[in-house]
Protein backbone atom coordinates (compact mmCIF):
# COMPACT_ATOMS: atom_id res chain seq x y z
CA UNK A 1 0.00 0.00 0.00
CA UNK A 2 0.86 3.72 -1.17
CA UNK A 3 2.31 5.77 1.37
CA UNK A 4 0.55 8.88 2.44
CA UNK A 5 2.33 12.49 1.76
CA UNK A 6 1.17 15.21 3.00
CA UNK A 7 1.19 18.13 2.43
CA UNK A 8 0.14 17.50 -1.38
CA UNK A 9 1.74 21.17 -1.81
CA UNK A 10 3.27 23.91 0.22
CA UNK A 11 4.31 27.30 -1.15
CA UNK A 12 7.45 29.30 0.79
CA UNK A 13 8.90 32.27 0.26
CA UNK A 14 12.92 32.20 0.53
CA UNK A 15 14.03 31.67 4.12
CA UNK A 16 10.86 29.83 5.23
CA UNK A 17 10.91 26.35 6.71
CA UNK A 18 9.06 23.55 5.75
CA UNK A 19 8.15 19.76 7.38
CA UNK A 20 7.04 17.20 4.89
CA UNK A 21 5.45 14.08 6.41
CA UNK A 22 5.38 10.61 5.13
CA UNK A 23 2.98 7.88 6.75
CA UNK A 24 2.86 3.98 6.07
CA UNK A 25 0.38 1.41 7.81
CA UNK A 26 3.11 -1.16 7.25
CA UNK A 27 5.70 -2.06 9.62
CA UNK A 28 8.76 -0.40 7.34
CA UNK A 29 12.78 -1.03 7.42
CA UNK A 30 13.92 1.85 5.80
CA UNK A 31 12.12 5.34 4.34
CA UNK A 32 14.00 7.33 1.33
CA UNK A 33 13.59 10.31 0.27
CA UNK A 34 14.00 12.05 -3.01
CA UNK A 35 13.28 15.34 -5.03
CA UNK A 36 11.90 15.45 -8.50
CA UNK A 37 12.77 18.94 -10.90
CA UNK A 38 9.90 19.07 -13.38
CA UNK A 39 10.90 16.83 -16.62
CA UNK A 40 13.67 15.88 -14.71
CA UNK A 41 14.83 11.93 -12.90
CA UNK A 42 14.26 11.85 -9.26
CA UNK A 43 17.68 12.84 -7.19
CA UNK A 44 18.63 11.06 -4.08
CA UNK A 45 18.53 12.93 -0.55
CA UNK A 46 18.41 10.73 2.40
CA UNK A 47 17.60 6.80 4.07
CA UNK A 48 16.48 6.57 7.17
CA UNK A 49 16.64 3.43 8.42
CA UNK A 50 14.87 1.52 11.36
CA UNK A 51 17.63 1.73 14.32
CA UNK A 52 18.22 5.14 13.56
CA UNK A 53 20.92 5.20 10.98
CA UNK A 54 20.58 7.91 8.18
CA UNK A 55 22.35 8.16 5.26
CA UNK A 56 22.40 11.59 2.99
CA UNK A 57 23.42 14.82 2.25
CA UNK A 58 24.63 16.68 5.74
CA UNK A 59 22.11 20.21 4.95
CA UNK A 60 18.89 17.57 4.89
CA UNK A 61 17.84 16.29 8.24
CA UNK A 62 14.86 14.10 8.24
CA UNK A 63 13.57 11.90 11.19
CA UNK A 64 11.75 8.29 10.92
CA UNK A 65 9.19 7.63 13.76
CA UNK A 66 9.87 3.43 13.92
CA UNK A 67 6.79 3.23 16.31
CA UNK A 68 4.28 5.29 14.40
CA UNK A 69 5.65 4.23 10.78
CA UNK A 70 6.23 7.91 10.07
CA UNK A 71 9.52 9.85 8.84
CA UNK A 72 9.26 13.65 8.39
CA UNK A 73 11.46 15.48 5.88
CA UNK A 74 12.62 18.90 7.44
CA UNK A 75 13.65 22.05 4.94
CA UNK A 76 14.93 24.51 6.93
CA UNK A 77 16.01 28.42 5.65
CA UNK A 78 15.17 27.06 1.98
CA UNK A 79 16.58 28.36 -1.43
CA UNK A 80 15.05 28.84 -4.83
CA UNK A 81 16.85 25.88 -5.86
CA UNK A 82 14.65 23.58 -3.08
CA UNK A 83 11.61 24.03 -5.59
CA UNK A 84 10.18 20.42 -6.79
CA UNK A 85 8.25 17.50 -5.89
CA UNK A 86 9.29 15.29 -2.80
CA UNK A 87 8.91 11.75 -2.60
CA UNK A 88 9.21 9.31 -0.03
CA UNK A 89 9.47 5.60 -0.59
CA UNK A 90 9.17 3.41 1.82
CA UNK A 91 10.44 0.27 2.41
CA UNK A 92 8.40 -2.57 4.50
CA UNK A 93 10.07 -5.48 6.10
CA UNK A 94 8.08 -8.24 3.91
CA UNK A 95 8.91 -5.74 0.83
CA UNK A 96 12.51 -7.94 -0.14
CA UNK A 97 13.68 -4.23 -0.88
CA UNK A 98 11.27 -3.15 -3.18
CA UNK A 99 10.80 1.16 -2.48
CA UNK A 100 6.83 1.96 -2.29
CA UNK A 101 6.73 5.46 -3.44
CA UNK A 102 3.89 8.57 -1.79
CA UNK A 103 2.33 10.75 -3.96
CA UNK A 104 4.54 13.68 -3.90
CA UNK A 105 4.46 16.74 -2.09
CA UNK A 106 5.01 19.75 -4.29
CA UNK A 107 7.57 22.69 -2.90
CA UNK A 108 7.62 26.01 -4.36
CA UNK A 109 9.94 28.68 -3.34
CA UNK A 110 9.57 32.19 -3.73
CA UNK A 111 11.46 35.08 -3.63
CA UNK B 1 31.57 9.52 -15.91
CA UNK B 2 29.43 6.87 -14.60
CA UNK B 3 25.48 7.35 -14.90
CA UNK B 4 22.64 5.56 -16.24
CA UNK B 5 21.02 6.52 -19.81
CA UNK B 6 17.70 5.75 -20.99
CA UNK B 7 16.49 5.79 -24.86
CA UNK B 8 15.07 7.14 -26.67
CA UNK B 9 13.95 10.35 -24.74
CA UNK B 10 10.74 10.75 -26.22
CA UNK B 11 8.58 7.80 -27.51
CA UNK B 12 5.42 7.23 -30.01
CA UNK B 13 3.65 4.32 -30.79
CA UNK B 14 0.52 3.41 -32.60
CA UNK B 15 -2.27 1.29 -30.51
CA UNK B 16 -1.23 -2.72 -30.45
CA UNK B 17 2.40 -2.61 -31.06
CA UNK B 18 5.16 -3.50 -28.53
CA UNK B 19 7.90 -1.17 -28.08
CA UNK B 20 11.34 -1.61 -25.94
CA UNK B 21 12.71 0.92 -23.91
CA UNK B 22 17.03 1.15 -23.33
CA UNK B 23 18.12 1.26 -19.91
CA UNK B 24 22.12 1.05 -19.41
CA UNK B 25 24.29 1.84 -16.58
CA UNK B 26 28.03 1.99 -16.03
CA UNK B 27 27.55 2.01 -12.31
CA UNK B 28 28.74 -1.60 -11.74
CA UNK B 29 25.60 -1.99 -9.86
CA UNK B 30 23.71 -5.23 -9.36
CA UNK B 31 20.31 -4.19 -9.12
CA UNK B 32 18.03 -2.69 -11.49
CA UNK B 33 14.81 -1.13 -11.21
CA UNK B 34 11.78 0.11 -14.10
CA UNK B 35 9.24 2.55 -12.68
CA UNK B 36 6.26 4.17 -14.28
CA UNK B 37 5.20 8.05 -13.43
CA UNK B 38 2.01 9.16 -14.59
CA UNK B 39 1.15 13.03 -14.31
CA UNK B 40 1.14 14.41 -10.76
CA UNK B 41 1.69 11.10 -9.33
CA UNK B 42 4.36 9.02 -7.89
CA UNK B 43 6.75 6.06 -8.83
CA UNK B 44 5.04 2.85 -9.30
CA UNK B 45 7.58 0.10 -9.75
CA UNK B 46 7.00 -2.89 -12.50
CA UNK B 47 9.69 -4.49 -12.43
CA UNK B 48 13.10 -5.12 -10.51
CA UNK B 49 16.47 -7.13 -10.96
CA UNK B 50 18.97 -7.66 -8.03
CA UNK B 51 21.32 -10.19 -10.49
CA UNK B 52 21.89 -10.78 -14.04
CA UNK B 53 19.27 -13.41 -15.06
CA UNK B 54 16.91 -12.29 -12.60
CA UNK B 55 13.64 -10.67 -11.90
CA UNK B 56 10.94 -9.88 -10.00
CA UNK B 57 7.85 -8.13 -11.00
CA UNK B 58 6.40 -5.46 -8.88
CA UNK B 59 3.22 -3.41 -7.99
CA UNK B 60 2.25 -3.04 -11.84
CA UNK B 61 4.00 -5.63 -14.29
CA UNK B 62 0.94 -6.73 -16.44
CA UNK B 63 1.35 -5.61 -19.61
CA UNK B 64 4.75 -5.43 -19.45
CA UNK B 65 8.29 -7.57 -19.75
CA UNK B 66 12.19 -7.38 -18.62
CA UNK B 67 15.44 -9.39 -19.39
CA UNK B 68 18.53 -8.87 -17.24
CA UNK B 69 20.90 -10.58 -19.83
CA UNK B 70 23.80 -8.31 -18.93
CA UNK B 71 24.55 -6.60 -15.69
CA UNK B 72 24.79 -2.99 -17.24
CA UNK B 73 21.45 -4.10 -19.64
CA UNK B 74 17.29 -3.92 -17.95
CA UNK B 75 15.38 -3.09 -20.67
CA UNK B 76 11.73 -3.15 -20.84
CA UNK B 77 9.05 -3.91 -23.29
CA UNK B 78 5.51 -2.79 -23.02
CA UNK B 79 3.16 -4.89 -24.64
CA UNK B 80 -0.13 -4.64 -26.62
CA UNK B 81 -1.45 -6.44 -23.46
CA UNK B 82 -1.12 -2.62 -21.48
CA UNK B 83 -4.38 -1.15 -22.18
CA UNK B 84 -2.74 2.73 -20.80
CA UNK B 85 1.10 2.73 -21.82
CA UNK B 86 1.58 6.47 -21.88
CA UNK B 87 3.33 7.69 -19.17
CA UNK B 88 6.82 8.31 -18.01
CA UNK B 89 9.51 5.55 -17.66
CA UNK B 90 11.96 5.74 -15.12
CA UNK B 91 14.94 3.47 -14.85
CA UNK B 92 17.33 2.95 -11.69
CA UNK B 93 19.85 1.34 -10.13
CA UNK B 94 21.48 0.86 -7.13
CA UNK B 95 24.51 -0.82 -5.84
CA UNK B 96 23.21 -4.26 -4.42
CA UNK B 97 19.93 -5.60 -2.70
CA UNK B 98 20.90 -3.78 0.65
CA UNK B 99 19.12 -0.79 1.61
CA UNK B 100 21.09 2.07 -0.72
CA UNK B 101 20.15 4.94 -2.85
CA UNK B 102 18.77 4.58 -6.07
CA UNK B 103 20.25 6.28 -9.05
CA UNK B 104 17.58 7.18 -11.78
CA UNK B 105 17.99 7.62 -15.94
CA UNK B 106 16.79 11.03 -17.38
CA UNK B 107 13.73 8.88 -18.53
CA UNK B 108 11.21 7.87 -21.47
CA UNK B 109 8.25 9.71 -22.58
CA UNK B 110 6.20 6.88 -24.11
CA UNK B 111 2.45 8.20 -25.90
CA UNK B 112 0.41 5.70 -27.36
CA UNK B 113 -1.31 7.09 -30.21
Known amino acids: QQPVQSPQAVILREGEDAVINCSSS?????VHWYRQKHGEAPVFLMILLKGGEQKGHDKISASFNEKKQQSSLYLTASQLSYSGTYFC????????????FGGGTRLMVKP | DGGITQSPKYLFRKEGQNVTLSCEQN?????MYWYRQDPGQGLRLIYYSQIVNDFQKGDIAEGYSVSREKKESFPLTVTSAQKNPTAFYLC????????????FGPGTRLTVL
Open chain 1, 26 to 30: KALYS
Open chain 2, 27 to 31: LNHDA
Open chain 2, 92 to 103: ASSIDRGVNEQF
Open chain 1, 89 to 100: GTEAFDAGNMLT
